[in-house]
């Protein structure tokens, strides 16, 4: 086993402890006990994104009429928008969403990393479901099992099966995950009641958005146990509105967080945290990482037991405050300090380094700020891949380096 001092453990959602030894059950740590700054450590679960479009993390946002009345009108004026038509250099979907297709690896790939580097182990790539083999190239989880649509507005226009045949597919056994009410016209708001009479308000609903939703229409969804994905940095850019947060917390929804993508939303899963308290003070931080950890877990049916293993899967972070879940909102990239993922370490602080058996081919190396880090996986290859392709250097916000 190798250990770690920790200044505090977040065990559960009811349960922190102070200075406490943790364990790490895995081939790929060596036999011993680390102490090092262990005032500074603070130990959590990884952090889950319940709302992403891995291959539209392009950088800066897109659409030049921003607020819309509804996500429609976005889809339509993005196709014309610059950081739109950059991306698309890299890869341009030919219609049949194939994520395996030419460059788009690249793409939902630099996606992954930006859930990584933030934290998030476990990220809902929001689209069509991809052959087995896309999601085995990933660092991190990315949600295999769920069924799926577009909007009820717009139906699976990028492919998948009808909204109630993908409903029946998904056995209740794993989330049914819809764009909903992203819009405040007239249209958006008939949404709702067409998921109900379509049958498809169930428990393994995930609503994404939900941002027209009325007071009584959230009953309805704590009703039918079903949750919401609240993505504020993305609402208020594309709709200038968002969810009523506050009802769906007093009601007891199940709420996640999600970034959406960085074409629309926020620039990772920590900014977005901070977006959404600085929005609403009101909500505090133990709330909030509620959403990105336990609700996430239920919402998107992660109950395999090998990501819900404490001594395999966890985040060490920077302790620098004493209210233990107040950290999250103080968290940059560069104060995570270990990441590990069914025993794997994913990202971390080079004084690590030696006490892991792995091999350092298959790392990166690099200095953000004056720490020195390592990360699985060579995401400094797809940047290069990506800067001969434009001719020129390629900044995206989330890569730290
Ligand atoms: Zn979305």
């Not at 930006?114 to 990933?138: I, P, R, T």
């Not at 504020?232 to 200038?240: Q, T, V």
Request: aromatic share 10%; net charge negative.
């Amino acid at each position: 086993m190798f250990k770690i001092k920790v200044k505090q453990a977040i065990e559960s959602i009811d349960k922190v402890q102070a200075n406490q030894w943790i364990e790490i059950d895995s081939p790929l740590f060596k036999k011993a006990e680390y102490q090092w700054d262990s005032d500074k450590i603070l130990k959590s679960i990884p952090l889950i994104n319940s709302h992403d479009h891995l291959v539209g993390n392009w950088y800066p946002k897109s659409g030049t009429n921003a607020p819309y009345i509804n996500s429609h009108l976005w889809v339509e004026d993005n196709k014309v928008s610059a950081s739109f038509l950059e991306r698309n250099k890299i890869w341009t979907n030919s219609g049949n969403f194939d994520l395996l297709e030419a460059n788009a690896p690249l793409l939902v790939k630099l996606g992954a990393f930006k859930n990584l580097f933030s934290g998030a182990s476990v990220v809902q790539d929001h689209g069509v479901l991809q052959a087995q083999e896309y999601y085995d190239m990933f660092p991190i989880e990315v949600l295999r099992d769920y069924a799926q649509c577009h909007s009820i507005t717009l139906g699976n226009w990028w492919g998948g099966d009808s909204p109630e045949e993908e409903m029946r597919k998904s056995k209740g056994k794993m989330p049914f995950i819809i764009h909903l009410a992203e819009g405040l016209d007239d249209e958006t708001k008939k949404e709702f009641a067409l998921l109900q009479k379509a049958d498809l308000l169930q428990e393994n609903t995930l609503i994404i958005h939900g941002i027209s939703l009325t007071r009584s229409e959230l009953d309805a969804v704590r009703k039918a146990n079903a949750s919401i994905c609240w993505c504020p940095d993305s609402n208020y850019y594309l709709i200038g509105q968002t969810l009523d947060i506050i009802s769906c917390l007093e009601k007891g929804v199940n709420i996640v967080l999600g970034t959406d993508s960085t074409m629309t939303g926020s620039i990772n899963l920590l900014e977005e945290i901070r977006f959404a308290k600085k929005k609403f003070p009101e909500i505090s931080a133990k709330q909030l990482y509620q959403m990105v950890t336990v609700n996430g877990y239920r919402a998107l049916y992660l109950n395999g037991a090998d990501l819900l293993n404490p001594q395999k899967n966890l985040l060490l972070l920077t302790n620098k405050k004493e209210d233990a879940f107040d950290n999250i909102l103080y968290q940059e990239i560069d104060d995570i300090q270990l990441m590990v993922q069914r025993g794997v370490p994913l990202y971390g602080d080079i004084s690590f380094m030696e006490y892991l058996n792995v091999d350092e081919n298959d790392y990166y190396f690099f200095k953000t700020g004056n720490k020195e880090k390592f990360v699985v996986g060579h995401p400094e290859q797809i940047i290069d891949k990506i800067d001969s392709i434009l001719g020129y250097h390629k900044s995206l916000p989330y890569i730290p380096f």
